[in-house]
């Protein structure tokens, strides 16, 4: 996951790159209060021939986004793995287990609205534009897209 998070062309529509000890706090409280908490959170995304780590997707809860509470659909990869259809198996893979495994009603993915690629990916699994928001610490808002169960 480190070169995921230092990398600063994946993190080029985030908050910046992250140190090791951050990515090593974000593993932790990915296993301690995500799936502790709501029985989910992100999951590895792993070549099959070799075994290599190349990202993650997975679901996130925000208990409060303009005015109401939602499971984000949020994924990353390295550099050397987009373009190869991983995020859009991932996140379709991931949707998939989010609606008929968990029961959930109603996904989004926040998105950068100069992030083209990661619009695409929503696109692809079916998610439409639903409106422009402001994160706290944000000087544009971003996009959100929804998708829901059907």
């Known amino acids: 996951m480190v070169q995921v998070f230092c990398d600063p062309e994946v993190m080029r529509f985030s ?3 992250k140190t090791r000890e951050w990515v090593h706090e974000w593993l932790h409280t990915c296993l301690e209060r995500y ?8 999951y590895a995304v792993v070549e099959r021939q070799s075994q290599r780590v190349l990202g993650y997707c997975g679901l996130f809860f925000f208990p409060e986004l303009d005015g109401q509470a939602e499971v984000e659909i949020g994924y990353r990869l390295i550099r050397s793995a987009w373009g190869d ?3 859009t198996e991932a996140v379709g893979a991931v949707r998939d287990y989010a609606f008929n495994t968990l029961s959930l009603r109603r996904l989004i993915a ?13 696109e692809k699994i079916g998610m439409t534009y639903e409106k422009d928001v402001m994160l706290e610490g944000y000087t544009y808002p971003d996009r959100i897209y929804v998708i829901p169960a059907s």
């Not at 799936?35 to 992100?42: E, K, S, T, V």
Request: net charge negative; no cysteine.
């Open 110 to 122: 926040i998105i950068d609205p100069s992030n083209i690629a990661s619009i695409r990916v929503a």
């Open 15 to 17: 908050d910046g790159i």
């Open 85 to 87: 259809g991983y995020a």
């Open 35 to 42: 799936y502790q908490a709501w029985g989910f959170g992100p």
